[in-house]
């Protein structure tokens, strides 16, 4: 070996030998068990990584017992409640309630029927549900619900009209003019209407009521129509009086019993019933006190009195 190849081999050796240099070292891969000698646990580096405030468990106890009342809250079915409070508490109560056409039904049944409590929100309200239930009251015919916010309700009704009352045994309705009955419950408002009387009267109503509006004077002293035999009616006079109508040609009878009365004052006597049946005669029975009087007077115990009618 010359010269030179002995001054390159000690120079290989040489390098062999030394150590690397701080730069060296620092950029040489590294084994796998020098790797994790100097790795850093998992829980340290992810604290340093996320540096929460000190308020966060306080928040998270807090949202964590929020949404546990929330679920009890849902649970239990007490959620539209809880909505209806807040809602209400915001300013969305249901503070009025407008009425109109309202005439035989009374305030405190409209209230029942909309069903409205406490701290009741109008945003939550079932103004559809409210509406079906105003339908069942007797007297409504017909009803709408309207939401004016923030907080008013406005319900319109349409009553049925009460046209006679409808006595039938021991049972009196109101009824309208078709003969419906519309309520069971008759006070002393009602005392005015016309009373007819027995099975069939109801739908019957309209023609005994057309035949007296044709003599208003008489009119306004009948107290109750009886049907008799679903043929023919039978008139009781606010004095206890009775008239016996024909089957046909009501109006004329009725007409003829006015004129009487007016000529002779025959309504005001002491008698029990005027019998206009017969087309050539009318018969007049006495009252019970009428018929002593004429007994004790004559010694006879007649009791009708013929009267010759215009034919």
Request: no cysteine; glycine share 12%; net charge negative.
């Given at each position: 070996?010359?010269?030179?190849?002995?001054?390159?081999?000690s120079l290989?050796r040489k390098?062999?030998r030394?150590?690397?240099?701080?730069m060296e070292?620092?950029?040489?891969?590294?084994?796998r068990g020098?790797?994790?000698?100097?790795?850093?646990?998992v829980w340290?580096a992810?604290?340093?990584?996320?540096q929460?405030?000190?308020?966060?468990?306080?928040?998270a106890a807090l949202?964590?017992?929020?949404?546990t009342?929330?679920y009890?809250?849902v649970?239990?079915?007490?959620?539209?409640?809880?909505s209806?409070a807040?809602l209400?508490a915001?300013?969305?109560?249901i503070?009025t309630?407008?009425?109109s056409?309202?005439r035989e039904?009374?305030?405190?049944q409209?209230l029942?029927?909309?069903e409205?409590q406490?701290?009741?929100s109008?945003?939550?309200?079932d103004a559809e549900?409210a509406?079906?239930r105003?339908?069942?009251i007797?007297?409504?015919?017909?009803?709408?619900?309207m939401k004016?916010?923030p907080?008013t309700?406005?319900?319109?009704?349409d009553e049925r009209i009460?046209y006679?009352l409808?006595?039938?045994?021991?049972?009196?309705?109101?009824i309208n003019e078709q003969?419906?009955v519309?309520?069971?419950?008759?006070?002393?408002?009602?005392a005015?209407?016309l009373l007819v009387?027995?099975h069939?009267?109801?739908?019957?109503?309209?023609e005994?009521?057309?035949?007296?509006?044709t003599?208003?004077e008489?009119?306004?002293?009948?107290?109750?129509?009886?049907?008799?035999?679903?043929?023919?009616?039978?008139?009781?006079?606010?004095?206890?009086i009775?008239?016996?109508?024909?089957?046909n040609?009501v109006?004329?009878a009725?007409a003829?019993?006015v004129?009487?009365?007016?000529?002779s004052?025959l309504?005001?006597r002491d008698?029990?019933?005027?019998d206009?049946r017969?087309?050539?005669r009318?018969?007049?029975?006495l009252s019970?006190?009428?018929?002593?009087?004429r007994k004790?007077?004559?010694?006879?115990d007649?009791?009708?009195v013929?009267?010759?009618?215009d034919t």
């Open positions: 070996m010359d010269g030179r190849g002995s001054k390159l081999l290989r390098y062999e030394d150590e690397l240099t701080p070292a620092e950029l040489a891969p590294r084994g020098v790797s994790r000698l100097h790795r850093q646990p340290r992810a604290g340093r990584l996320a929460l405030p000190s308020w966060t468990g306080s928040a949202a964590f017992l929020s949404l009342i929330g009890g809250i649970l239990g079915g007490y959620g539209r409640e809880v209806d807040l209400s915001g300013g969305l109560g503070e309630v407008k009425l056409g309202q039904t009374n305030e405190f409209i029942e029927a909309l409205i406490e701290g009741s109008l945003a939550l309200f549900a509406r079906e105003l339908t069942e007797a007297w409504v015919k017909q009803a709408s619900v004016l916010y907080g309700l406005q319900i319109k009704l009460p006679a409808w006595q039938r045994g021991e049972l009196v309705s109101i003969g419906d519309i309520t069971d419950e008759v006070d002393g408002r009602y005015n209407l009387v027995n069939g009267a109801q739908r019957r109503a309209g005994i009521m057309a035949a007296l509006d003599v208003p008489l009119r306004s002293r009948v107290r109750a129509a009886f049907l008799v035999g679903q043929r023919r009616w039978d008139l009781m006079l606010e004095n206890g009775s008239i016996r109508l024909p089957e040609d109006e004329t009725l003829d019993v004129e009487m009365d007016a000529e004052g309504l005001t008698i029990a019933a005027v206009m017969l087309a050539d009318v018969v007049v029975r019970d006190d009428a018929i002593a009087r004790a007077g004559s010694g006879s007649e009791k009708l013929k009267l010759e009618r």
